[in-house]
């Protein structure tokens, strides 16, 4: 039973296999954190919570509280503003009297199998109902009226919990709510590296750690979108950790728009961690009657350290998050144009393309940018969904039809949420746009965004979308976003609505998003923000696959990759081989090298095959077939990170390695790459997570290994190596 209630002690415990998490109902009905960490069997917890009134300062509430009860240094499961917890707080209603003092306490609870929908956002669910157990907390604020649920779901099969928050006004009068965050976990110390996932374009997702110190500490992104700056992610790993060993707590925000996780060690060395939606610039107004869904926030435990946690996001959100027969069906080939054309190409060069894929075994051709509209540039027509017949002559259709007959499918690229000022989209409709009365439209990347909180807006796009993809057998979708939100006002809200835009932006996209699938239930989304800008469990829901980056710089892939990876699996990570000297860096490394790169992740091409030379063409063949050969282990095995390469040694060659094991640990794919060579220099690699007692048989060369001695000496690499040269060892025990 992952979810307890001891009614005697009124204490709530949640259990994962390795993990426990728990909280009680104080006499006066607060709700006070006692515990999350490793798995204990106790209920008997109250003697955790921290009693200290930390001097004459604090206030206390609840005086009919043995000894009263300090919100000043409680730990407390659901913090609220007003009454004396004076660290950042959870929650902060504004009722009718004007004030935001909050007050919540306990009134009823209910445990069910299973987990619910979140309506109208992304989230984890249940494949069967045994996969998780749910506990629902109903608290009131008596005053607003405010009934505020606390929803967690324990995971019976991976050590993970998800938070979310749910508030309805149940009073006869509005209030507003000024903040909401959908999980808070107080912890007893402050031993802790704090781990996020920091960027910008092209460099997105490089793993940041810092140990935690006194007062305020986190990230946000007010960006409108989750951003290449700031994944939505952030763990608190306890002093001793390593990649493999110790304990990290992982919060995942599932969630593509505006966040904040916010980390306070207060003065009696106590941490608080909140993640939710940004509270800067939001606020929310319940109309009686009316409730609010906040989105959810997964929280993984480990004992394995770092490795340990992103295998358990790897699992979960494969498997519980990503939706459709894309989450597991084998992704095809894909060969993209981007880098190929830009937006100089017509029909003949796509077939030209695709006749080579063809020929090379690549599976998919998607159009990028530039097919629609007048658009030659960047300058003009998104918004403006119909095909420019100059270019794809003799219509969409009839290219599909030819890019099919040769074997090849094909996809295409939109940027559903823009429009180009330079648009008969806005020529029509100037209201359209995110804007704010009075003030200067800001203008990026020579775009302005849709106002996606309006229906009308999103009924066309869906409109002119479905016309696009029922016109021809579009098999994909690349879904982009190239800029942040500015000036975020909509023109049919109301001025004491117009700080929820942000949000409700968000919700319809996901609307938008959900109808396109419900209509083309069998297409293969990817999604996309000028690479990486929305890489998040929230897209992830909804597209299975999402650029990682617009870096395809093989060297740089390996940082991105070795981030993006903390939380993500492979599987999500579209990566691709692209030409040299690469379009972002200008640097040059070997073909082999830019395909076992891409080879860790969604696989494909960014190139124009018909430039390819024949020993180009001779590796491309070797990598399609690699890719079918591997592609079971690499996606649906466990995923190890070897050496770290951002890490360098300085006396040491700086390298990256990676592996994937099978579940049953009889295969196993281990990738290095040297990124810059030194001479004289040794090297040996240790692999992880075999079974010591198999014999490991190298497919290449023959050789055997016990798993014991490739785990405990490892692999000879010392010799000579160049610089961005990589190598593939693939290895296989004898099944019975
Ligand atoms: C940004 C994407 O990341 C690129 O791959 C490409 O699709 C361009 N947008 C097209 O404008």
């Known amino acids: 039973m992952p979810v307890v209630f001891d009614s005697e002690k009124r204490v709530f415990k949640l259990d994962t296999p390795s993990s426990s998490y728990a909280m009680k109902i104080s006499p006066t009905g607060y709700l006070l954190h006692l515990y999350y960490g490793a798995y204990v069997p106790d209920t008997d917890l109250d003697y955790l919570r921290m009693r200290q009134r930390n001097a004459a300062f604090s206030a206390c509430v609840a005086s009919a509280e043995e000894g009263g009860l300090s919100l000043d240094t409680a730990q407390l499961e659901y913090p609220v503003n007003g009454s004396g917890d004076f ?26 199998p299973g987990k619910p929908k979140l309506e109208g956002l992304p989230a984890t669910y249940t494949n069967d109902d045994s996969e998780a157990e749910t506990l629902e907390i109903v608290c009131v604020d008596e005053l607003t009226g405010a009934e505020i649920t606390l929803i967690y779901a324990a995971f019976s ?53 810092r140990h935690l110190e006194f007062g305020l500490q986190g990230i946000h992104s007010r960006r409108g979108s989750s951003s290449h700056n700031n994944n939505p992610f952030i763990a608190l790993a306890r002093d001793g950790y390593t990649e493999e060993s110790g304990e990290v707590f992982g919060f995942s925000f599932v969630y593509s728009g505006n966040f904040a996780a916010e980390v306070e060690v207060d003065c009696m060395r106590s941490t608080r961690v909140l993640m939710g939606t940004d509270p800067v610039d939001f606020a929310w107004k319940l109309e009686p009657g009316e409730s609010f869904q906040a989105p959810e926030v997964v929280m993984v435990y480990s004992d394995h350290g770092v490795g340990g946690m992103s295998r358990t996001y790897h699992k979960l959100y494969r498997f519980n998050l990503c939706r459709g027969e894309w989450k597991t069906k084998k992704r095809p080939i894909i060969v993209n144009n981007w880098e190929a054309t830009y937006f100089n190409f017509d029909s003949e060069k796509l077939v030209a393309i695709a006749k080579d894929a063809a020929d090379l075994g690549i599976e998919m051709l998607v159009m990028d940018d530039g097919w629609f509209g007048k658009r030659n540039n960047d300058k003009s027509s998104l918004g403006d969904w119909y095909v420019n017949e100059d270019k794809l002559k003799g219509g969409l259709a009839e290219l599909v039809r030819r890019v099919n007959a040769l074997g090849v499918k094909f996809g295409i690229w939109f ?19 995110l804007h704010t009365e009075g003030r200067e439209r800001s203008i990026g990347r020579n775009q302005y965004v849709l106002d996606m909180s309006r229906k009308d807006v999103r009924d066309n796009i869906f409109d002119q979308m479905y016309k696009i993809l029922s016109s021809a057998n579009i098999e994909y979708v690349k879904w982009d976003f190239n800029r942040n939100l500015t000036e975020v006002g909509s023109e049919l809200l ?84 692209s030409a040299c000297p690469n379009h972002q860096t ?111 048989t190298d497919t290449e060369s023959g050789r055997s290994y016990s798993g014991a001695l490739l785990m405990n000496a490892g692999l000879n690499l010392t010799g000579f190596w160049r610089d961005g040269e990589s190598r593939v060892w693939h290895f296989t025990a004898e099944r019975k």
């Open 586 to 696: 200008k640097r040059t490394s070997p073909f082999k090298t830019r395909g076992d790169v891409a080879m860790a992740g969604a696989f494909g091409y960014e190139l124009d095959l018909t430039k390819l030379n024949d020993d180009e063409r001779g590796l491309v063949r070797r990598q399609v077939a690699d890719y079918h050969r591997y592609y079971d282990v690499i996606q649906n095995g466990d995923y190890y990170r070897l050496i770290n390469p951002t890490e360098s040694k300085g006396d040491m060659t700086s390298a990256a390695a990676w592996e994937s094991v099978s579940s049953d640990k009889r295969e196993v794919l281990l990738t290095y790459v040297v990124i810059r060579t030194q001479p004289s220099m040794s090297r040996y690699i240790r692999l992880r997570g075999l079974d010591p007692a198999l014999t490991y």
């Open 87 to 112: 660290r950042s707080v959870a929650l902060s209603v504004r009722g009718a009297n004007g004030s935001s003092v909050t007050d919540i306490r306990y009134r009823s609870h209910r445990i069910y």
């Open 415 to 433: 940027e559903p949420e823009m429009i180009s000022p330079d648009s008969d989209l806005y020529r029509a409709h100037p209201d359209w746009c």
């Open 494 to 577: 109301p001025p004491d609505r117009q700080s929820e835009v942000a949000h409700r932006y968000m919700l319809g996209v996901y609307e938008l998003l959900e109808r396109l699938l419900a209509a083309f239930p069998h297409l293969l989304l990817e999604g996309c923000s000028g690479g990486g800008g929305r890489f998040d469990a929230g897209m992830l829901y909804y597209s299975p696959q999402i650029w990682t980056s617009d870096d395809t710089d093989a060297i740089e892939r390996l940082e991105i990759q070795y981030g993006t990876s903390i939380v993500y699996p492979p599987s999500a990570m579209s990566a691709h081989v």
């Open 157 to 209: 099969k991976l050590d993970v919990i998800t938070r979310s928050v749910r508030i309805a006004n149940t009073s006869d009068k509005p209030f507003s709510i000024e903040r909401v965050h959908s999980a808070a976990v107080d912890f007893t110390e402050m031993d802790f590296d704090m781990l996020h996932l920091q960027g910008r374009w092209a460099k997105e997702r490089t793993l940041v750690t």
